[in-house]
């Protein structure tokens, strides 16, 4: 008999099998498919650089981010400061490394606080429908009548500054969209069939939509999750920047570029804005090359 | 289609209500009311608590809650927006000031950014997987990456300071008032909240193209051996653009976002700059007019929005029913 190319391929599968290369290759699918988008791989290097220089920061620089020293006040980047220093004489690059500290605690807790109450209340609804669906479904509806960032200056002329009320804003502005994504997922999940063995089993509510369903809603919410991060970095640099959003005597990177709302700053000081704002711009970039490699690798639709 | 407006009408109402309701208590839970305002500080030393009593009593402010509100909102309605706390000047005088300047930058922000955002993405479809478009890509990621507001401030040491080009920032200069003095100021604020909603604009624009590019249409113009260009930009390109068209409406409320900042970074005497001045100064009433007017120009559009698909589309009407 001849040989067709479905026999060849066959003895191509059995010889690897014989050599034992099966068992070397363990990464899933997704993983390798990530690992192969050059942005993504960058983007998580830079991502994760970034955001240990920042844990670490003490280790990495000797002097104080509060500490006024004005012996050495408005100082251009040397050997001894690499960015600088600002007008009360503090050391910008360690300013940029506890600000980003807060900055992306701010971020990230944000975005994974409002996930976790949109999922919760999005996987249930979603599930359930009747009457709690309804309300949800207005209530969302209400907060995402405002474009964002009216909402949450509105939300800060009423709660005050805080580092406590600006996350808790976040968490009330953002988790619309989750609860949304959440819903929309639950919608189309709900008619499957293992759901259907599921409820006939017997087995609750609750268990079905959060222990069975949610596992398979997850990952569009991951990738919203790093999407919003990127977005709240954002916003809070912006409200810092305008003096509204975290209190000025916490670092963070929006409140380091609040001096160059002064135009003799914008002008002479370059230090004290350009490399805090670069490192801004960078850093998100790199949360939405993650956040782009993980919509590619997960996303069904694009599997081959 | 009269039944599909009718229902949307039907739920715009009540949402604008419930979030004039709303807004309005969160004035109610922020400190102080409009009486300890009025007082200089200075005065509050002197003044006893039955004079400010007599005061509330005098302004009505020791009437319910539900009351005040309804009194509010019937005068809102016909066009009395009260008073800011700034100055005592009236809302709808600041609001006659700000909104065209507003306007003005929004709409060529918007023409300028619809503009290239479409034919950038255009050109990313049509060169799909090529070096223009990955670069097309990763720039427009580094678009919606960078602070818009730092954006901002670097075209304005490259261009105002440096170059000297165009003015740092304002609307108007005194004693320059034609139409071609005021076109210096408006340049860097546009292009920079142009730039920076480019980028939704272009991702959009690619998708739309390639889905069209994908229809079966095309396959049969270019078999008809018609010129590529032809395919493209007669064949293509017309039906692409009308989902993008209705893209400008979903930007709104990123225009309005940007334009905040933007507008505080350019110093230019709209709106925006205007909220931001409000929240800093807890000028409360100045703050709830302001957002509401913002929510009210979004429900709009979105109605507008929905009868304008509902028009070119008529599964989306007829799937409601």
Same mark, same amino acid.
């Given at each position: 008999?001849?040989?067709?190319?479905?026999?060849?391929?066959?003895?191509?599968?059995?010889?690897?099998?014989?050599?034992?290369?099966?068992?070397?290759?363990?990464?899933?699918?997704?993983?390798?498919?990530?690992?192969?988008?050059?942005?993504?791989?960058?983007?998580?290097?830079?991502?994760?650089?970034?955001?240990?220089?920042?844990?670490?920061?003490?280790?990495?620089?000797?002097?104080?981010?509060?500490?006024?020293?004005?012996?050495?006040?408005?100082?251009?980047?040397?050997?001894?400061?690499?960015?600088?220093?600002?007008?009360?004489?503090?050391?910008?690059?360690?300013?940029?490394?506890?600000?980003?500290?807060?900055?992306?605690?701010?971020?990230?807790?944000?975005?994974?606080?409002?996930?976790?109450?949109?999922?919760?209340?999005?996987?249930?609804?979603?599930?359930?429908?009747?009457?709690?669906?309804?309300?949800?479904?207005?209530?969302?509806?209400?907060?995402?009548?405002?474009?964002?960032?009216?909402?949450?200056?509105?939300?800060?002329?009423?709660?005050?500054?805080?580092?406590?009320?600006?996350?808790?804003?976040?968490?009330?502005?953002?988790?619309?969209?989750?609860?949304?994504?959440?819903?929309?997922?639950?919608?189309?999940?709900?008619?499957?069939?293992?759901?259907?063995?599921?409820?006939?089993?017997?087995?609750?509510?609750?268990?079905?939509?959060?222990?069975?369903?949610?596992?398979?809603?997850?990952?569009?919410?991951?990738?919203?999750?790093?999407?919003?991060?990127?977005?709240?970095?954002?916003?809070?640099?912006?409200?810092?920047?305008?003096?509204?959003?975290?209190?000025?005597?916490?670092?963070?990177?929006?409140?380091?570029?609040?001096?160059?709302?002064?135009?003799?700053?914008?002008?002479?000081?370059?230090?004290?804005?350009?490399?805090?704002?670069?490192?801004?711009?960078?850093?998100?970039?790199?949360?939405?090359?993650?956040?782009?490699?993980?919509?590619?690798?997960?996303?069904?639709?694009?599997?081959? | 289609?009269?039944?599909?407006?009718?229902?949307?009408?039907?739920?715009?109402?009540?949402?604008?209500?419930?979030?004039?309701?709303?807004?309005?208590?969160?004035?109610?839970?922020?400190? +102080? @009311?409009?009486?300890?305002? =009025?007082?200089?500080?200075?005065?509050? $030393? #002197? %003044?006893? !608590?039955?004079?400010?009593? /007599?005061?509330?009593?005098?302004?009505?402010?020791?009437?319910?809650?539900?009351?005040?509100?309804?009194?509010?909102?019937?005068?809102?309605?016909? +066009? @009395?927006?009260?008073?800011? =706390?700034?100055?005592?000047?009236?809302? $709808? #005088? %600041?609001? !006659?000031?700000?909104?065209? /300047?507003?306007?003005?930058?929004?709409?060529?922000?918007?023409?300028?950014?619809?503009?290239?955002?479409?034919?950038?993405?255009?050109?990313?479809?049509?060169?799909?997987?090529?070096?223009?478009?990955?670069?097309?890509?990763?720039?427009?990621?580094?678009?919606?990456?960078?602070?818009?507001?730092?954006?901002?401030?670097?075209?304005?040491?490259?261009?105002?300071?440096?170059?000297?080009?165009?003015?740092?920032?304002?609307?108007?200069?005194?004693?320059?008032?034609?139409?071609?003095?005021?076109?210096?100021?408006?340049?860097?604020?546009?292009?920079?909240?142009?730039?920076?909603?480019?980028?939704?604009?272009?991702?959009?624009?690619?998708?739309?193209?390639?889905?069209?590019?994908?229809?079966?249409?095309?396959?049969?113009?270019?078999?008809?051996?018609?010129?590529?260009?032809?395919?493209?930009?007669?064949?293509?390109?017309?039906?692409?653009?009308?989902?993008?068209?209705?893209?400008?409406?979903?930007?709104?409320?990123?225009?309005?976002?940007?334009?905040?900042?933007?507008?505080?970074?350019?110093?230019?005497?709209?709106?925006?700059?205007?909220?931001?001045?409000?929240?800093?100064?807890?000028?409360?009433?100045?703050?709830?007019?302001?957002?509401?007017?913002?929510?009210?120009?979004?429900?709009?559009?979105?109605?507008?929005?929905?009868?304008?698909?509902?028009?070119?589309?008529?599964?989306?009407?007829?799937?409601?029913?």
């Amino acid at each position: 008999m001849a040989q067709t190319s479905l026999d060849k391929k066959f003895d191509q599968i059995r010889k690897r099998e014989e050599e034992k290369t099966f068992s070397v290759k363990k990464r899933s699918r997704i993983v390798s498919k990530f690992l192969n988008n050059r942005l993504a791989v960058v983007g998580l290097i830079i991502f994760t650089i970034i955001i240990l220089a920042s844990l670490f920061a003490p280790l990495l620089s000797p002097y104080d981010p509060m500490r006024v020293d004005l012996r050495s006040m408005r100082q251009a980047p040397s050997f001894d400061h690499w960015f600088g220093t600002d007008s009360t004489g503090r050391d910008v690059f360690t300013r940029v490394l506890f600000g980003g500290r807060v900055s992306i605690f701010i971020g990230l807790g944000s975005a994974i606080l409002s996930a976790v109450v949109g999922i919760a209340v999005g996987c249930y609804a979603g599930y359930k429908g009747g009457w709690i669906d309804v309300i949800a479904l207005r209530v969302s509806e209400i907060f995402m009548s405002f474009p964002q960032i009216i909402l949450v200056l509105l939300l800060v002329s009423i709660t005050g500054q805080s580092l406590f009320n600006l996350m808790a804003i976040f968490i009330l502005t953002g988790w619309g969209g989750m609860y949304r994504l959440a819903r929309a997922r639950m919608l189309s999940l709900r008619e499957e069939e293992y759901v259907q063995a599921l409820r006939s089993f017997g087995l609750s509510t609750f268990t079905i939509c959060y222990k069975h369903m949610l596992p398979n809603a997850l990952s569009p919410i991951m990738v919203n999750i790093t999407l919003s991060t990127a977005m709240f970095i954002l916003t809070e640099a912006g409200l810092s920047f305008l003096g509204l959003g975290v209190p000025l005597n916490i670092p963070t990177w929006g409140n380091i570029l609040n001096v160059a709302q002064d135009i003799l700053v914008l002008q002479n000081y370059w230090w004290m804005w350009g490399p805090v704002g670069i490192v801004i711009s960078v850093f998100v970039l790199c949360v939405n090359f993650i956040g782009d490699g993980l919509r590619d690798s997960t996303d069904p639709s694009q599997q081959g | 289609m009269t039944t599909y407006i009718a229902q949307r009408l039907f739920i715009f109402f009540p949402m604008l209500f419930v979030i004039s309701f709303l807004v309005y208590s969160g004035l109610e839970l922020s400190p +102080g @009311d409009a009486v300890s305002h =009025m007082i200089s500080p200075e005065l509050a $030393s #002197t %003044i006893t !608590a039955e004079q400010l009593d /007599a005061m509330r009593e005098a302004y009505g402010l020791n009437q319910s809650f539900i009351t005040r509100y309804w009194i509010w909102l019937t005068s809102m309605v016909q +066009g @009395d927006m009260g008073y800011s =706390m700034a100055g005592g000047v009236a809302i $709808s #005088t %600041i609001m !006659a000031k700000t909104v065209p /300047a507003t306007l003005e930058l929004s709409l060529v922000a918007l023409f300028f950014s619809t503009i290239l955002g479409c034919s950038l993405g255009v050109i990313s479809a049509l060169k799909r997987g090529s070096g223009t478009d990955n670069s097309l890509t990763v720039a427009g990621m580094a678009g919606v990456s960078i602070p818009e507001f730092f954006f901002g401030l670097v075209a304005i040491l490259l261009f105002a300071i440096e170059l000297k080009w165009l003015p740092v920032g304002g609307r108007l200069m005194p004693h320059y008032e034609t139409v071609w003095d005021r076109i210096p100021n408006i340049v860097l604020p546009s292009l920079v909240l142009a730039l920076m909603m480019t980028a939704g604009a272009m991702r959009y624009a690619r998708s739309s193209m390639l889905d069209v590019l994908a229809r079966e249409f095309i396959t049969t113009a270019r078999s008809k051996g018609m010129p590529e260009w032809r395919v493209n930009i007669l064949h293509g390109f017309r039906v692409a653009l009308t989902p993008v068209v209705v893209l400008i409406g979903f930007r709104l409320p990123l225009l309005i976002g940007g334009s905040t900042i933007i507008e505080q970074v350019y110093q230019w005497p709209g709106i925006g700059s205007m909220f931001i001045r409000s929240v800093r100064g807890s000028d409360y009433p100045l703050v709830m007019t302001i957002s509401l007017m913002y929510v009210f120009v979004v429900l709009t559009a979105s109605l507008v929005i929905d009868v304008l698909t509902a028009l070119i589309d008529p599964r989306v009407r007829l799937g409601k029913n």
